[in-house]
């Protein structure tokens, strides 16, 4: 599953799982300090707050350093976390190692610390799981009929791709989110011929994609409705944009809900197009 409904919202689902083990962890670690001194129990969860933040900057910095050749071309892409480009194993020593640093200054603290990090990496672990078990059950390009925009013939999504890589995108045009990623959907699609691109409507009439794809001066080459929603629900997402990477296999490597910039797409597409 790769975002839930709350309302009106979509909410990315691999986000909030490692706020609830945060909040789990920060909780855990001032329930579990001594009351005395009066200060102990803030140390206690402000030191797990801190080493989250530092496992943050550093799982960031890592994927940066990592892709350096493509945030080197699009600079502002740095801070556009939206892209989920994070290393979570560097994420996890410096947090760790944060809190080790603190358990050695302050020796009291060292079971609420360690009980504290202990229940967010349970909390953390089985979220990923439970994420990793509900993308495996959905290993190949899903069998959805879809119908092109211009000759409205019906093909299912499989054939479309051809064996090659491929990044399908669905979206609307209502759908602000959707309207800003799509001009580096469309530069990448002309950079990267080897991957095929297929761009997938959301219930919307032909007409009115047709006339937004020409006010915005979109060249796509393969535009397909899909007038019931169902790749969205066969994604496993509850909102737009969701874009799906699949190796020459038909196999899905890849998901994506919310924005993707140009620096986090290439650094993909890179891993997508190598043989």
Do not use: K
């Amino acid at each position: 599953m790769l975002s839930i409904s709350v309302g009106p919202l979509a909410l990315p689902v691999a986000p909030l799982v490692l706020l609830a083990a945060i909040a789990l962890a920060a909780g855990l670690a001032r329930r579990l300090a001594p009351r005395e001194p009066a200060e102990a129990r803030q140390h206690a969860d402000g030191a797990v707050m801190w080493a989250a933040l530092v496992g943050l900057v550093v799982a960031r910095a890592s994927h940066l350093a990592l892709n350096a050749g493509a945030y080197a071309a699009h600079p502002w892409a740095v801070l556009d976390i939206r892209d989920g480009g994070f290393v979570p194993v560097a994420g996890f020593v410096a947090g760790g190692a944060w809190l080790a640093w603190r358990a050695l200054r302050w020796p009291t603290l060292r079971r609420a610390l360690a009980g504290g990090a202990l229940a967010g990496l349970v909390v953390w672990g089985a979220g990923q799981g439970a994420l990793h078990w509900a993308a495996g059950t959905r290993p190949l390009v899903p069998d959805v009929p879809l119908v092109h925009l211009e000759t409205a013939r019906a093909q299912p999504l499989p054939a479309l791709l051809a064996g090659r890589p491929a990044v399908v995108n669905v979206w609307a045009t209502w759908c602000a989110p959707c309207r800003e990623e799509m001009p580096a959907l469309a530069a990448a699609e002309r950079r990267h011929p080897q991957v095929r691109f297929v761009f997938v409507n959301h219930q919307e009439r032909a007409e009115l994609v047709q006339r937004y794809l020409a006010a915005e001066r979109l060249a796509l080459q393969q535009v397909w409705l899909d007038p019931e929603g169902a790749l969205l629900v066969a994604a496993g997402s509850r909102g737009l944009p969701t874009t799906l990477f699949f190796d020459a296999q038909g196999r899905r490597v890849g998901a994506h809900f919310g924005v993707l910039n140009a620096a986090a797409l290439d650094s993909r597409l890179r891993g997508l197009a190598r043989p």
